[in-house]
């Protein structure tokens, strides 16, 4: 049988350009991919280390804030205060405070059984 | 000949290729394999630094939270002379103000452009110290100063050359920079307060150390709990690009800094507040050369102040180490009176007398050994042995001595803890003076009753005294109440601790009556009587011991006492050293501890036990947080 030989070549040298042209597709996306994430990684080192810059002052102004608000409630500074707004605030001799107790709750359903009172009987 | 021309020519091109490839090849090998070792080294030293990360030291909080010390970040500031050019006056006028140094001496450090190396070279200086330990706030004020640093004979100009660029870009970024890690420093923003209690710190001296340099606690709790303040340094292994910037996909190690815990007291800062002013006042009054002052729950051993004035401002150490000193755990003295409570306790419980039991006072003069004991208070004749607390008769505690001998009492005072430390978690704590009986003398058996002849520190004093309150448990003194970190999580709670039972239940309770009566007309220390509470005490006055014999006109006056007497909540010791006003413990230290007594009391909404409030009303405690919360005990026996 004979066979169309120029046909079959054709055919032989379309088929190796494609797969020329893939493998170099391939290869130059692998390239481009490769870099893309080598500068993402950079981005993302960048954003770490300015998350990590701003967390390291955000705990520091936290920390100054609670020693802003410890100072504030410091017994000198409430004295020095009181003194400045002259209220007339002291304390209170120990005979002059009286304490009591909160009478406890006693719960519905215990009433009977706290008072000793008897369940209606009709 | 045409065809061979060109093959030569081929033959030249392909060798020379071949060569110059066999030239990088073996370039190649010589960088990558020969020299590897060494280049690898030299590029790691271009690139890669190991940053330290240092721990920022815990703070210091009395029980309700009130920051006693704690720690800020500052900067070292430093500059590069040979970015300034001409510009090292107008930098220095510009930033000395913010940093608080002198314009003038900051502008020669700045014209010093040039050093001799050793080996006598000439080469520019790159690094000029600025200023130690500047606040954050600070630095961020120079750091805006120089970003916007003006030059005006270049910023006229419409365009500037790469080098006027490049000096423009390091005046404003790198001339004036942070140098190293962050540093940090102590503060007390409570100033005097509990400062013997506090201590302070100081640096590390040991150029060996990680921590060479870092703050490092050298007295008091800074000391005893360094460790825990000052956490753990981390460090970073990391890799900078040609900027300096770090490149933080190429971070290699990276151990996270371990912040110190916060140390939280027992001490109560208005407690202690209350308890330094009293202490002022009696010191001014008293004219005394030093008072100390002990506050402590005698069920727990908490302490809740403790006070030795005159003290000083841990924000600036002074040099004068008597200051520094803390009386009340670091110096010992012979006690006098107030050891009585002792000598008649271990009698008690030893059944060698009875509260009732009437003992000859010898109507003041007790001859001894060669010697003639006296009642300090005048003459009795004869008193119960709870009448001779009441009157503190010296011939009484010296006979209860006698009868109680000399091998017993000497058991009784290891008992109460006398001439071993008490075990409070500060430094320096000293173990007083209790000669082994072998070294007694003849009169040694009724010195010692009376409170001569031995030496304790005011913390042991108190502490036995407490022990009395305390059902006869002989507490550990307690100063730390909880480790905790950042967020307040709890790390470690500390629970009080029995040391021991010195005496029975029933002993302490028939010493608390003996005592209850000092306060009372007819005692000695009427004027630490207290409207609302009754109060139980023991007053002390000893002439001070010098290097030949005692000394005429010098005394410790003290009262120790606690309230309410059958149900204490507080006990109080107060010691005044060589008062001039009156030396009696019932006269100078007494009026102090009534001062401080109602005072505290108000405060800690102790209930009274005296007086129409106390029959009329149901009594409850307020839940006002542990310091305030009274009879709170767990206990680890110790």
Known sequence: MARNRKNQAVALRFGAALKAVAFCAFAGAAAVGYVWQKNQIDVLGRQIKQREIRLAELRDQNKKLRDQLAMLQSPGQLALKLQQLNLGLIQPHPGDVWKVTEPVEVATGDYTAATGAQVAQH | ?638
């Open chain 2, 1 to 638: 000949m045409e065809k061979k021309l060109q093959h030569y020519r081929f033959v030249l091109l392909g060798g020379l290729l071949v060569g110059a490839f066999a030239l990088l090849a073996f370039r190649l090998v010589d960088l990558q394999v020969w020299r590897h070792e060494e280049l690898l080294d030299l590029a790691q030293h271009n690139t890669v630094r190991r940053v330290r990360n240092p721990a920022r030291r815990g703070d210091i909080l009395d029980i309700n939270g009130t920051l006693l010390a704690s720690s800020i970040k500052v900067k070292n500031i430093c500059a590069d002379p040979s970015l300034l050019g001409n510009l090292q006056a107008a930098v220095a006028r510009a930033i000395a103000p913010v940093l608080g140094v002198d314009e003038n001496r900051l502008c020669e450090k700045l014209l010093a452009t040039n050093r001799t190396t050793r080996d006598g070279k000439v080469v520019p200086r790159l690094y000029v110290p600025v200023a130690q330990q500047v606040p954050v706030e600070k630095w961020e004020q120079v750091k805006e100063i120089m970003a916007n640093f003006p030059v005006p004979e270049l910023e006229r100009k419409p365009h500037l050359t790469r080098a006027e660029k490049l000096f423009l870009q390091g005046l404003r970024r790198r001339a004036i920079a942070v140098d190293g890690p962050d540093d940090q420093v102590r503060q007390y923003p409570q100033g005097t307060l509990a400062a013997h209690v506090l201590g302070f710190v100081g640096r590390n001296p040991d150029t060996n150390s990680i921590d060479f340099g870092q703050l490092i606690g050298v007295e008091g709790i800074e000391r005893t709990f360094n460790k825990k303040l000052a956490g753990a340094s981390g460090w970073r292994v990391i890799e900078r690009d040609c900027r300096g910037n770090e490149m933080v996909a190429w971070r290699d190690q990276d151990v996270p800094a371990r912040d110190g815990f916060n140390v939280v007291l027992t001490i109560d800062a208005v407690v202690q507040t209350l308890l330094e002013n009293a202490l002022r006042e009696g010191l001014s009054s008293s004219s005394a050369a030093n008072i100390t002052g002990i506050i402590l729950r005698p069920r727990t051993g908490e302490i809740l102040a403790m006070a030795s004035l005159p003290d000083f401002d841990p924000n600036r150490v002074p040099h004068n180490a008597e200051l520094r000193r803390n009386r009340a755990i670091s110096d010992f003295y012979e006690p006098g009176s107030t050891f009585k409570i002792v000598t008649v306790a271990a009698a008690l419980q030893e059944g060698v007398v009875a509260l009732n039991d009437r003992v000859d006072c010898e109507n003041g003069a007790f001859k001894f050994g060669g010697r003639t004991l006296h009642d300090a208070h005048g003459g009795h004749g004869i008193l119960s042995v709870k009448n001779i607390i009441t009157k503190s008769s010296n011939i009484g505690a010296a006979k209860i001595g006698l009868k109680l001998g000399e091998r017993r009492l000497f058991d009784y005072l290891g008992e109460f803890g006398f001439g071993l430390p008490t075990g409070i978690a500060l430094p320096a704590e000293a173990r007083g003076l209790v000669h082994p009986i072998k070294e007694w003398s003849k009169v040694s058996i009724v010195q010692i009753p009376m409170g001569h002849g031995v030496a304790v520190t005011r913390l042991q004093m108190t502490m036995a005294m407490a022990a009395l309150a305390n059902e006869g448990w002989l507490m550990r003194p307690m100063l730390v109440n909880r480790l905790q970190d950042n967020s307040g999580r709890l790390i470690t709670r500390f629970e009080p601790q029995r040391v021991r039972q010195v005496v029975s239940a029933d002993t302490a309770r028939e010493m608390v009556e003996a005592l209850k009566t000092v306060v009372l007309p007819g005692g000695t220390a009427v004027q630490a009587a207290l409207t609302n509470y009754t109060v139980a005490g023991k007053t002390g006055t000893a002439q001070k011991p010098g290097p030949g014999g005692y000394q005429a006109g010098k005394y410790i006056a003290s009262f120790i006492g606690f309230f309410p007497a059958d149900n204490p909540e507080v006990c109080i010791s107060i010691v005044l050293d060589e008062p001039k006003n009156g030396y009696y413990g019932g006269v100078v230290a007494a009026p102090i501890f009534k001062q401080v007594g109602s005072a505290v009391a108000g405060y800690l909404h102790i209930p009274p036990d005296v007086g129409p409030v106390a029959t009329n009303t149901t009594l409850s405690h307020l839940n006002l947080g542990s310091a305030r919360t009274p009879g709170r005990l767990t206990l680890n026996d110790n």
